[in-house]
């Protein structure tokens, strides 16, 4: 309740909205513990599912509290969401739940739900993304960790946000890192008159190999060539160069990227 006339009450705290599988608005409310279907022209509700005024009969276990991110998860009346069960604690753990909603019938049910094995509780955030392979991507918000399941319920990768951090959602995609800045060459003599060199790219995700160029004349050769290996790929050269250039190249072989001749250290 408010308690005082000039302080904000947020009796609502609307946290998600989506494209419902009708083309309206799917609209989740952590503060009444429900979530809105809303008539994206007119915005009038037209249905509200959970809370202290659910048009849907919920059955055993639907009932949510403190949710977030309530998705559509089929076009069949499936809503998937983040229960997190706090704050202050309903449940001694958050979960992520599925639940099927008979607009007909009015009914709701519980079609699938799992916990973490740690029994974590989240006292805000979160959020769980379907990904293509069916399984479940689970950020536990204020923790912070953020973890996989599988078709069965089952934890297939667990991990945490450095300490002092947390994450309001987290969505798992395939990341390529294309840098704008070129490779690094970085060469050197040994003692022993070979030359060791250093191929650089921070940020670059695609490099599979690199090539060692001898840059002291043209047209430049290949003298040596390794695996990616790192931030920093050390290659050895069984001879002394005056000036290198590294090459990255993709699985496929392909050139991406190389740098500019640089002088070899003495």
């Given at each position: ?6 302080a904000?009450?947020?009796?609502f ?25 809303i ?124 300490t ?14 294309e ?56 290659l050895?050269v ?17 050139e ?11």
């Amino acid at each position: 309740m408010p308690t005082s006339p000039t302080a904000a009450w947020d009796y609502f705290h609307l946290n998600a909205i989506s494209i419902d599988e009708d083309g309206n608005l799917l609209v989740g409310a952590r503060n009444t513990w429900a979530a809105y279907r809303i008539d994206r022209h007119s915005g009038a509700v037209l249905w509200r599912l959970a809370g202290t005024k659910s048009d849907f009969v919920l059955g055993p276990n639907v009932a949510f509290a403190w949710q977030h991110n309530p998705t559509v998860a089929d076009d069949h009346g499936l809503i998937r969401i983040f229960d997190n069960e706090a704050s202050p604690s309903v449940l001694p753990y958050s979960r992520v739940i599925w639940v099927r909603h008979d607009d007909r019938r009015k009914t709701a049910t519980l079609e699938r739900w799992f916990k973490h094995p740690d029994n974590l509780q989240a006292g805000s955030q979160g959020n769980a993304e379907a990904l293509d392979n069916g399984d479940t991507f689970v950020d536990w918000g204020a923790l912070p960790r953020f973890s996989e399941f599988d078709r069965n319920n089952n934890l297939v990768f667990d991990a945490a946000f450095p300490t002092g951090y947390n994450s309001y959602r987290a969505y798992r995609y395939v990341w390529i890192g294309e840098p704008e800045t070129l490779p690094t060459a970085i060469g050197a003599i040994t003692a022993n008159g070979d030359t060791t060199v250093h191929a650089i790219w921070n940020g670059a995700t695609e490099v599979a190999t690199w090539d060692v160029l001898d840059a002291s004349g043209r047209p430049e050769a290949r003298v040596a060539q390794g695996a990616w290996n790192g931030y920093d790929t050390t290659l050895q050269v069984s001879e002394p160069l005056s000036s290198v250039v590294v090459v990255a190249r993709d699985q496929r072989g392909f050139e991406i990227g190389r740098s500019v001749a640089t002088a070899v250290t003495q």
